[in-house]
């Protein structure tokens, strides 16, 4: 099992580029998200999907569209990248209500925008 | 609104020493879930320990344990018998019924553990 990966790990763009990173998780969870964290911060919440087929806003939405392809894939586009969008992605998938619920976090992608 | 402080950015314990790293957190949901979690320098995030709002047991995991207030709405990390390991950052987080699943996380704390 590869549990949740992440592509790229790593990512240079130049201000008003656009691109996507991309999650995939193997373990059949209904629930997925995608974090930001920037230096010396906590994670927050960019978008989550509950299931299949559905998506939801989280803290920090604003400049960011997502894609639930599948029960397995969640995608993150930045289709005008800003310098404030410097940040470590990291995507997660979890099985609300199966044991303690709780998330896999992929290794994480480090986005800078110049 | 949902809301997970963790007062503390920095904390330095002794080796095998216990360590208490506070979190508090703020819902009107009854249902809801607490966890915690590490991320050493390599950056990667990795579960420690889950309390549940009506577990009645305080959740413990090896030498992880968390002293759950229910009443104080307090969710505190206690590291007993401190290592080296340890020394990384602390993240407190909060999923509620109401939400959806959808989990929150405070600022953390990060340990640094001294020989």
């Known amino acids: 099992n590869a549990g949740v990966t992440q592509t790229p790990k790593f990512q240079v763009l130049k201000t008003g580029q656009s691109m996507t990173l991309q999650c995939a998780q193997d373990m059949n969870h209904n629930s997925m998200y995608w974090y930001r964290q920037d230096p010396g911060m906590g994670l927050r919440l960019i978008y989550y999907s509950a299931s299949e087929g559905t998506t939801d806003k989280g803290e920090v939405p604003n400049g960011y569209n997502v894609s639930r392809l599948n029960k397995r894939e969640f995608s993150l586009r930045l289709e005008s990248a800003a310098p404030s969008q410097t940040s470590v992605y990291f995507c997660a998938s979890s099985e609300p209500g199966q044991g303690k619920g709780e998330q896999f976090f992929g290794p994480g992608t480090r986005l800078t925008v110049l | 609104a949902q809301k997970i402080t963790q007062t503390q950015p920095g904390m330095f314990v002794q080796e095998k020493e216990a360590v208490t790293l506070d979190c508090t957190y703020d819902t009107s949901d009854p249902s809801y879930g607490l966890f915690w979690y590490k991320q050493p320098s390599s950056g990667e995030m990795i579960f420690l320990i889950y309390q549940g709002s009506y577990d009645q047991q305080n959740a413990t995991e090896g030498r992880y344990s968390l002293n759950f207030q229910k009443a104080r709405k307090s969710a505190n990390l206690v590291i007993s018998a401190s290592q080296l390991g340890d020394s990384a950052m602390y993240f407190c987080?909060?999923?509620?019924?109401?939400?959806?699943?959808?989990?929150?996380f405070g600022a953390g704390t990060r340990l640094f553990v001294k020989a």
């Open positions: 987080a909060m999923w509620h019924l109401g939400g959806g699943f959808k989990t929150i």
